[in-house]
């Protein structure tokens, strides 16, 4: 599986450096609906409705997220051993899951409508998650 994806990525040099565009595209989608989403609920804009803001950033933090996961696996497929090697690629997983955990706390316990102190802090959390997974991506190639 792994090698079938790693000799797609192959058929051509320029394949690798069009997937990290893809990938910091999708990156900028993911981000950028949850930054504004987040500084709604850390009380930013109070004038916009959480919910009708969700209903334009969530879609976009999802199919962004969805084109991270994409590319990120082509990417990963091409040097896995070399990746998987590097901690920060690791950690970088890691707190992906963590942040989907949170997320999905978000939404379960219909964060949005209760703009509680916990949705907050929960915004707060999702946003140095998201901070941290872009340096470990950038640092990847480092350590
Ligand atoms: C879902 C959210 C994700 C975000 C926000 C993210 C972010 C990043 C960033 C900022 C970079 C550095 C890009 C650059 O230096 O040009 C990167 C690189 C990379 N990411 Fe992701 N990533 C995500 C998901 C994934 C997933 C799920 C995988 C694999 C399973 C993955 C694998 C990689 C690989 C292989 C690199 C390239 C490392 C290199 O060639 O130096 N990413 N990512």
């Not at 004038?47 to 969530?58: E, K």
Request: charged letters at 10%; glycine letters at 12%.
């Amino acid at each position: 599986m792994l090698n079938g994806l790693s000799g797609l990525v192959g058929w051509h040099p320029w394949v690798y450096p069009a997937l990290a565009v893809l990938h910091l595209i999708g990156l900028g989608a993911l981000f950028g609906g949850l930054l504004v989403l987040d500084l709604r609920m850390l009380g930013r804009a109070a004038v916009l409705d959480p919910s009708a803001l969700a209903r334009l950033a969530v879609p976009a933090a999802l199919a962004g997220f969805t084109l991270c996961l994409l590319t990120g696996v082509l990417m990963f497929a091409a040097h896995a051993d070399e990746v998987w090697a590097s901690w920060a690629f690791r950690v970088k997983l890691g707190l992906i899951v963590l942040a989907g955990l949170n997320a999905l706390w978000f939404h379960r316990r219909g964060a949005l409508r209760r703009q509680d102190g916990l949705a907050g802090w929960q915004s707060l959390f999702s946003l140095t998650l998201w901070i941290a997974v872009i340096a470990c991506g950038r640092w990847i190639g480092v350590a």
